[in-house]
């Protein structure tokens, strides 16, 4: 039977530079690497709200990007 070993993770936090002219959100990503893969949500958000507190711009989406292998 196949199973998921994890390798890498990322956080992207994804961020509200602006509106277009239809009032839309333009948004960035700002993504960090060398995140544990076993990271809970709990943790990934508490980081992600840290980290965004010192950045210009609001986070508006918080993603966790994991890379597993499969065997």
């Not at 390798?7 to 333009?26: E, H």
């Not at 980081?47 to 292998?69: F, M, N, R």
């Amino acid at each position: 039977m196949a199973s998921y070993a994890p390798v890498s993770s990322r956080l992207s936090l994804r961020l509200q530079i602006g509106t277009d002219s239809l009032g839309r959100p333009q948004l960035r990503t700002l993504s960090f690497s060398g995140v544990d893969p076993l990271a809970d949500a709990n943790a990934t958000y508490a980081v992600a709200q840290a980290l965004g507190g010192l950045l210009s711009y609001p986070v508006h989406e918080i993603q966790k990007v994991d890379t597993d292998i499969v065997s």
